[in-house]
T-cell receptor, first 116, second 109 residues
Framework: GAVVSQHPSWVICKSGTSVKIECRSL??????MFWYRQFPKQSLMLMAT?????????EQGVEKDKFLINHASLTLSTLTVTSAHPEDSSFYIC????????????FGPGTRLTVL | GQNIDQPTEMTATEGAIVQINCTYQ??????LFWYQQHAGEAPTFLSY??LDGLEEKGRFSSFLSRSKGYSYLLLKELQMKDSASYLC??????????WGAGTKLIIKP
C-alpha cells in the first residue's frame, strides 16, 4: 500500500511555456501533500505544503505565482510551473501524508523537467 | 535554527559494514527517518525511529539517541546496489520534515 504516482515522469518544454505535474495517492487519502525540488547533487528542498481544500503554504523564496499548487481532492495535487525558464529545470518530487500514517511521507517517483 | 549534519560522502567495500551518522538540532522532535535515494530517482523509505534504541530490518539497522540528538544507519553485507545517497530527516514539532544534505555512499568491489 501507500503508493504515490506522478505524471509525467519527464518533460521537455520551451522557455515561456507552462508545465503541469500531477501527484496522486493511489491507495490512500492524502490530507497533506508536499512538493520538493532537487537540483543535481543537492538535497531535497521543500517548495510548498498543500492541504486538501485550502491554499498551499510556500517556503521562503518560492514564488507562489510562478509555482501554482492545487490540492483539489484527497488523492490529487498539481504543481504548475508557469512561464518556465531554463533555471527551473530540476527534479520535482511530491510526497503525501495520509490520515492514518501521520508521521510518514510517501514519495512519488519524481518528474524531471528540462526547460530549453 | 534547525540543522541536520551528515557526512557528504563515504566509501566502503562490498561485503563490509558501514555506519552513516546523523546529528540534528531541531525545534521539537517527532521522529527521525532514513531514506535511500538512487541517482535520478525519488527517495525510498528505509526506517523510522522515534524512541531511543536500535531498530533492525534485514541488512539495515537504525539507531537513535534523543538526548544526544544523534542517529546512525548501519548497513551490513554491503552490495553494489547499495551505492546511493542516504538521507536523514527529522520530523519537527510542526510535523514538518527537516532534511539533511545526504551522504553519498560509494561501494567498491
Amino acid at each position: 500500500g501507500a503508493v504515490v504516482s506522478q505524471h509525467p515522469s519527464w518533460v521537455i518544454c520551451k522557455s515561456g511555456t507552462s508545465v503541469k505535474i500531477e501527484c496522486r495517492s493511489l491507495d490512500f487519502q492524502a490530507t497533506t501533500m508536499f512538493w520538493y525540488r532537487q537540483f543535481p547533487k543537492q538535497s531535497l528542498m521543500l517548495m510548498a505544503t498543500s492541504n486538501e481544500g485550502s491554499k498551499a503554504t510556500y517556503e521562503q523564496g518560492v514564488e507562489k505565482d510562478k509555482f501554482l499548487i492545487n490540492h483539489a481532492s484527497l488523492t490529487l495535487s498539481t504543481l504548475t510551473v508557469t512561464s518556465a525558464h531554463p533555471e527551473d529545470s530540476s527534479f520535482y518530487i511530491c510526497s503525501a501524508r495520509g490520515l492514518a500514517g501521520f508521521n510518514e511521507q510517501f514519495f512519488g517517483p519524481g518528474t524531471r523537467l528540462t526547460v530549453l | 535554527g534547525q540543522n541536520i549534519d551528515q557526512p557528504t560522502e563515504m566509501t566502503a567495500t562490498e561485503g563490509a559494514i558501514v555506519q552513516i551518522n546523523c546529528t540534528y538540532q531541531t525545534s521539537g522532535f517527532n521522529g527521525l527517518f532514513w531514506y535511500q535515494q538512487h541517482a535520478g530517482e525519488a527517495p525510498t523509505f528505509l526506517s523510522y525511529n522515534v524512541l531511543d534504541g536500535l531498530e533492525e530490518k534485514g541488512r539495515f539497522s537504525s539507531f537513535l539517541s534523543r538526548s544526544k540528538g544523534y542517529s546512525y544507519l548501519l548497513l551490513k553485507e554491503l552490495q553494489m546496489k547499495d551505492s546511493a545517497s542516504y538521507l536523514c530527516a527529522v520530523l519537527d514539532s510542526n510535523y514538518q520534515l527537516i532534511w539533511g544534505a545526504g551522504t553519498k555512499l560509494i561501494i567498491k568491489p
